[in-house]
């Protein structure tokens, strides 16, 4: 009788103490396509909205897969930190004022659109 050897799939124990990663069958292409939709250039999201600020340096942000360049990215400054640090706490004055429930379904609803793309 021939002896069939059954092949099995690396345990979770296995897979922590090599650290090594397979392939990831998940495609890439919503994130692409994202990207391409703005340009593969983002500025500072600051107050809910992209800015841009004129005499900021861009930096090339890469793909750890591939290396490849996926976007340029603006790097802010100090005056950059104090608006974003004011539109904060701007609106945690709102959030704040919500009730649990309300600010569990935000939180809820952001989930579900991360979850789904």
Do not use: C
Not at 10 to 19: D, H, N
Not at 28 to 55: C, T
Not at 84 to 104: I, Y
Request: no cysteine; charged share 25%; aromatic share 8%.
């Amino acid at each position: 009788m021939e002896t069939v050897k059954k092949v099995t799939s690396p345990s979770v124990g296995e897979i922590f103490a090599s650290m090594e990663y397979g392939p990831a069958p998940e495609s890439d292409k919503i994130a692409q396509n994202w990207l391409d939709d703005h340009n593969r250039q983002f500025g500072l999201f600051i107050n809910n909205e992209w800015v841009h600020p004129e005499g900021r340096k861009i930096y090339e942000t890469k793909s750890p897969a591939t290396g490849a360049v996926l976007s340029g990215t603006t790097q802010g400054n100090s005056e950059d930190v104090d608006k974003a640090v004011g539109a904060a706490r701007e609106a945690h004055n709102t959030w704040s004022k919500l009730s649990g429930h309300e600010r569990a379904k935000h939180l809820y609803s952001i989930a579900r659109h991360v979850q789904k793309h």
